[in-house]
């Protein structure tokens, strides 16, 4: 069993950085990881995955170029780093894991954390 956990939301002016973490419980070294996203009235969409190696990483267009994925298996820990941050990133975020390889459609991953809310003002 895998227990997901983000922090790091908060609220922030366009232009500006985040990072989140999403801590796990349970050892995720052989998980693909991922973030996804929902924004009020919107279904959850794709953001970002991470192999459980840390080699393959995919990014929503949206974000690439923008936003980096990472993760530090010692730590069971998978970050986002969040730079030059837009009105449109306003959404609740979310950890998401899966056995093996990576994957950007929300059915498939397994494990889901809470969600944390990040909200960027213009």
């Known amino acids: 069993q895998v227990q997901l956990v983000e922090s790091g939301g908060g609220l922030v002016q366009a232009g500006d950085s985040l990072r989140l973490s999403c801590a796990a419980s349970g050892r995720t070294s052989r998980y693909a990881m991922a973030w996804f996203r929902q924004a009020p009235g919107k279904e959850r969409e794709f953001v970002t995955t991470i192999s459980s190696s840390g080699s393959t990483t995919r990014y929503a267009d949206s974000v690439k170029g923008r936003f980096t994925i990472s993760r530090d298996n010692a730590k069971n820990t998978v970050y986002l780093q969040m730079n030059s941050l837009k009105p449109e990133d306003t959404a609740v975020y979310y950890c998401?894991?899966?056995?093996?390889?990576?994957?950007?459609?929300?059915?498939?991953?397994?494990?889901w954390g809470q969600g944390t809310q990040v909200t960027v003002s213009s």
């Open positions: 998401a894991a899966r056995p093996l390889a990576t994957a950007i459609t929300v059915r498939e991953y397994e494990y």
